[in-house]
């Protein structure tokens, strides 16, 4: 069954009484050649194990499903069950999970259904309206995966793979780059989408490697630090630093200045390097 085709995506939701859910994000693909370069780019072959956030008709989980050894998909909408059933009817290597992936226990279920996998892959078309969650949950839970390979909002898209120290930059990225190393894999246009959304998207890959990119002593208050810091990320640091850690800014001036980073610094102008510096010079003050 061709599943980019939009007769067939039609007729096999008209025959289900299936409709989209705008609130769902339910923007399906229907560019043929997005899958399969999602597929490969995102670390899917033989001896692997893929998971699939939002199977929508199964138009990636298909080719997912042919080069992965298993793949376990995760979708919120039941009114999916029959339709997956009939276009996912040939692969036997696909289990279907139908629950909010913001409300699973990831962990357990790798244990429970991919266990005996080394190399784990995350390939997605993400739900827009739960980009940021749904990559931060991912990332925070130190999931066993290899790589999370996911389309996005454009903007995201940018936000997600930025370099420190730039004005692209923000809390998110910090926080990305805590655990990954982001790339930005391609652009997709609107019109590859059913119904097609009012903005373009892209595809960016995120390896995670199993641990930490940067090593704190504090990982909650580096968490702390750089939401705060973020929060408003075109002024200065000091104020927003000082409210969220008590600390006065006379003091917090000269701890800054230890760590060789001038305290009218804007967080827009740092490198997670002087975030993990700041971080534990606050962690070590008596
Ligand atoms: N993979 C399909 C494709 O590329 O055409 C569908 C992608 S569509 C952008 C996002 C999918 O995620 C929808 O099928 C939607 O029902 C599902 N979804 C939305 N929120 C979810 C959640 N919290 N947990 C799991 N799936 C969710």
Redesign the pocket.
């Known amino acids: 069954m061709e599943l980019t085709n939009i007769s067939t995506i039609k007729d096999v939701m008209q025959r289900h009484g299936f409709t989209f ?1 705008k609130s ?7 560019n043929p050649t997005v ?1 399969p370069r999602i597929a490969e780019l995102g670390g899917c072959e033989k001896g692997t194990a893929a998971i ?10 298909k080719e997912l499903a042919k080069r992965c050894d298993k793949v376990l998909a ?4 039941e009114r ?1 069950r029959p339709v997956l059933a009939e276009t996912l009817a040939e692969f036997g290597n696909v289990e279907t999970v139908f ?6 226990d990831m962990n357990a279920l790798i244990r429970e259904k991919l266990d005996g996998y080394d190399r784990i892959y995350v390939c ?7 980009t940021s969650p ?1 990559i931060m949950k991912l990332l925070e839970e130190r999931l066993p995966v290899t790589a999370i390979t996911v ?1 996005v909002q454009k903007e995201a898209a940018d936000r997600l793979c930025a370099e420190m120290g730039t004005r692209e930059c923000g809390a998110v990225t910090a926080a990305v780059r805590y655990y990954s190393t982001p790339k930005m894999l391609f652009r997709v246009g609107r019109g590859s ?1 059913m119904p097609a959304p009012n903005v373009d998207s892209a595809v960016i890959r995120l390896d995670v490697g199993g641990s930490a990119n940067y090593a704190v002593a504090d990982e909650k208050l580096f968490f702390r630090i750089v939401r705060s810091a973020f929060a408003q990320r075109r002024k200065q640091m000091l104020n927003p630093l000082s409210a969220e850690t008590g600390i006065p800014k006379q003091e917090l001036a000269e701890m800054l200045e230890e760590c060789g980073i001038k305290p009218t610094v804007r967080p827009e102008e740092l490198k997670m390097e002087d975030l993990a510096a700041i971080c534990d010079k606050i962690s070590h003050r008596k």
């Open positions: 859910s769902l994000g339910q923007n399906f693909l229907i899958c699939e956030i939002g199977t929508g008709v199964g138009v990636l989980t995760i979708e919120i909408d999916l629950a909010d992936v913001l409300k699973t997605a078309n993400l739900p827009y309206y739960i749904v389309m989408f």
